[in-house]
Each structure stands twice: as structure tokens, then as C-alpha cells.
């Protein structure tokens, strides 16, 4: 039988090793304190908030003195489904998204192509950091740009005026065109990422097998890339369904379901939190849908 003897002549242990080691001996205690205040961030002001916005979704608004009435009332939503304008502008905020998702994803492939598999290898990381480098500017100064650039006599009638043609002003096609140029880094990263990581086994494979370079393409690159492709959608359609911004600076009177939802929040608030949930909607039902491609997986 052997004892353990106290060490002689050695330091009692501070405060801090003591603490250590008490954490070391009880791991769920560690894991509690370091999850702890993430997942109460998580649970109080996103969860929760995402709570109130449901729950104040279904008062009501006293029609003389705009003050909310907590009394329980599905009227909203009915108002929502039933009346024309809502339906529009839902529609047309989805389309204005899909529409930027593909714009995003048709401009983006290209630009990784080249940054992830033609470029030198040296200047890669450069091209990678100049995609990056409209991130690093406020959202409003690109937004204000963009206004300047489309305005009457501006750049971009400026340009096209020797073709005989003109800038399509302010109004839907320049909110898509300025929400393309905003969030397009969002896609062009994840397709760059899954470029790079494409084996070039599978490519020199694909060309002893006699492939021409759009069999390639198709049988080969495009499956691997899709679900980055995937991935980056998630970014641009949910960051492009839910502006309201761009839509207030260069969309003229273009009303998408962001700005419907600022013009309420004064006079509806409960209308106001009923339309902010079919963002929401339909948000979670794309990531859904976008989750079975396995795209997720690679976030």
C-alpha cells in the first residue's frame, strides 16, 4: 500500500489553479460557464424577441387613437391573406430575392472560377481580399452610390447613352441591381471555397474519359459547387428579402415587405409585426428546403 506524502517546501496553490482544477474535476460545470451567457443571448434577445414579435402580431390597433389594444385577434393575418396589396407586395418581395440570388449566383461563378483555379496561385489571396474589400465600406455610402450612379444624367445614362439607351432609374430593377451588388461577396466566397477544394484528380479523371470541358462542367464541377451555391443563397435571399433600406434610397415607390413594414410600425404595430413574420416564414421554409441539398453542412 503506498501514501501520498505532502509535497514539503512547495507553494500552496493560488487562487486561479484552484479554480482550474475545480473546473477540470467538474466538466458539465465548464461547459455550463461557457455556453452560458451565448445561449442566454440566444434564448432572451433573439428567441424572445422573435416571441414578441409573433405574439404582438395577432393585437390589435384602436382605429381612433393608434394605440395597441392586447386583445387577442387573428384580423391581421386575415387582412394579410385576404387583401390584394399584402399579397403583392409578399410576391414581389420573394421575386426581388429570387431574382438577386440568381443574379448573385450567375456573376459569382465566373469571378471564383477564375480567383480559385485560373489565377496564379500567389495572387489568389490578393483577388480574394479585393472581393472582400466592398464589405469594409458602410452599407449606406454604397447605397448613396448606387443612387448617384442611377440617377437622371447620372453614370450610368452617361454610359449607355451612345448605344441610345438609358439607366432604368430609380425603382424595382435598380433595388435589384444595387441588392446584387451588395451581397454578391456573400456568394462568391463559398463558390470560391468549394472551387478550390475540387480535386484536380476529378478533373484529369474526367478528361481521360474523353470528357469535353462542358461534360466536365456539368457531370463533374457543377455537382460539387451546388451545394456552396446553396449556401451563399441562404445569405443573399434572406439578407435581400428582409431590406428595407435600398428600397427607401434607389427604389423610387417600389414597396417590398421592408418598407411596408417601417410604414406601419407608427400607425399598425400589430400589422407591422404581422408582416414582419412572413420574412420569417419564409425564410425558415428556403432553409428548409435549402438543408436538404446538404448545403448547411458546409456553413
Same mark, same amino acid.
Not at 11 to 37: D, F, K, N
Not at 107 to 112: E, G, Q, S, T, V
Given at each position: 500500500?503506498?501514501?501520498?506524502?505532502?509535497?514539503?517546501?512547495?507553494?500552496?496553490?493560488?487562487?486561479?489553479?484552484?479554480?482550474?482544477?475545480?473546473?477540470?474535476?467538474?466538466?458539465?460545470?465548464?461547459?455550463?460557464?461557457?455556453?452560458?451567457?451565448?445561449?442566454?443571448?440566444?434564448?432572451?434577445?433573439?428567441?424572445?424577441?422573435?416571441?414578441?414579435?409573433?405574439?404582438?402580431?395577432?393585437?390589435?390597433?384602436?382605429?381612433?387613437?393608434?394605440?395597441?389594444?392586447?386583445?387577442?385577434?387573428?384580423?391581421?393575418?386575415?387582412?394579410?391573406?385576404?387583401?390584394?396589396?399584402?399579397?403583392?407586395?409578399?410576391?414581389?418581395?420573394?421575386?426581388?430575392?429570387?431574382?438577386?440570388?440568381?443574379?448573385?449566383?450567375?456573376?459569382?461563378?465566373?469571378?471564383?472560377?477564375?480567383?480559385?483555379?485560373?489565377?496564379?496561385?500567389?495572387?489568389?489571396?490578393?483577388?480574394?481580399?479585393?472581393?472582400?474589400?466592398? /464589405?469594409? &465600406? +458602410?452599407?449606406?455610402?454604397?447605397?448613396? *452610390? #448606387? @443612387?448617384?450612379?442611377? $440617377?437622371?444624367?447620372? !453614370?450610368?445614362?452617361?454610359?449607355?447613352?451612345?448605344?441610345?439607351?438609358?439607366?432604368?432609374?430609380?425603382?424595382?430593377?435598380?433595388?435589384?441591381?444595387?441588392?446584387?451588388?451588395?451581397?454578391?461577396?456573400?456568394?462568391?466566397?463559398?463558390?470560391?471555397?468549394?472551387?478550390?477544394?475540387?480535386?484536380?484528380?476529378? /478533373?484529369? &479523371? +474526367?478528361?481521360?474519359?474523353?470528357?469535353? *470541358? #462542358? @461534360?466536365?462542367?456539368? $457531370?463533374?464541377?457543377? !455537382?460539387?459547387?451546388?451545394?456552396?451555391?446553396?449556401?451563399?443563397?441562404?445569405?443573399?435571399?434572406?439578407?435581400?428579402?428582409?431590406?428595407?433600406?435600398?428600397?427607401?434610397?434607389?427604389?423610387?415607390?417600389?414597396?417590398?415587405?421592408?418598407?411596408?413594414?417601417?410604414?406601419?410600425?407608427?400607425?399598425?404595430?400589430?400589422?407591422? &409585426?404581422?408582416?414582419?413574420?412572413?420574412?420569417?416564414?419564409?425564410?425558415?421554409?428556403?432553409?428548409?428546403?435549402?438543408?436538404?441539398?446538404?448545403?448547411?453542412?458546409?456553413?
Amino acid at each position: 500500500m503506498t501514501t501520498t506524502l505532502p509535497a514539503e517546501g512547495r507553494p500552496a496553490p493560488g487562487p486561479v489553479r484552484r479554480l482550474a482544477g475545480a473546473l477540470h474535476r467538474r466538466p458539465r460545470l465548464r461547459l455550463t460557464l461557457l455556453l452560458g451567457a451565448p445561449l442566454l443571448w440566444l434564448a432572451v434577445l433573439y428567441l424572445g424577441s422573435l416571441a414578441v414579435l409573433f405574439v404582438s402580431a395577432f393585437w390589435t390597433t384602436d382605429t381612433f387613437t393608434s394605440e395597441v389594444v392586447k386583445v387577442w385577434s387573428t384580423d391581421n393575418f386575415r387582412e394579410l391573406f385576404t387583401e390584394p396589396v399584402y399579397r403583392q407586395v409578399v410576391l414581389r418581395s420573394v421575386g426581388v430575392a429570387l431574382a438577386v440570388t440568381v443574379l448573385c449566383a450567375v456573376l459569382a461563378f465566373p469571378l471564383a472560377f477564375y480567383t480559385a483555379r485560373v489565377a496564379r496561385p500567389r495572387w489568389r489571396p490578393f483577388l480574394v481580399v479585393a472581393i472582400l474589400t466592398p /464589405l469594409w &465600406a +458602410s452599407y449606406l455610402v454604397k447605397v448613396y *452610390a #448606387w @443612387r448617384l450612379i442611377l $440617377s437622371r444624367d447620372g !453614370p450610368a445614362d452617361q454610359v449607355l447613352a451612345p448605344f441610345g439607351l438609358e439607366g432604368p432609374g430609380y425603382g424595382l430593377p435598380a433595388v435589384v441591381l444595387t441588392l446584387t451588388y451588395l451581397w454578391l461577396p456573400y456568394m462568391i466566397l463559398p463558390v470560391h471555397t468549394a472551387l478550390a477544394q475540387l480535386p484536380d484528380s476529378l /478533373l484529369e &479523371a +474526367s478528361a481521360d474519359l474523353g470528357a469535353r *470541358a #462542358w @461534360r466536365t462542367f456539368r $457531370s463533374v464541377v457543377l !455537382p460539387m459547387v451546388l451545394p456552396s451555391v446553396a449556401a451563399g443563397s441562404v445569405f443573399t435571399f434572406s439578407l435581400s428579402l428582409g431590406d428595407y433600406i435600398t428600397v427607401q434610397i434607389v427604389g423610387g415607390k417600389t414597396q417590398l415587405i421592408g418598407n411596408v413594414v417601417y410604414s406601419h410600425i407608427d400607425l399598425d404595430l400589430p400589422m407591422a &409585426a404581422a408582416l414582419g413574420t412572413v420574412p420569417v416564414v419564409v425564410i425558415v421554409l428556403y432553409l428548409l428546403a435549402v438543408r436538404r441539398t446538404g448545403a448547411l453542412d458546409s456553413l
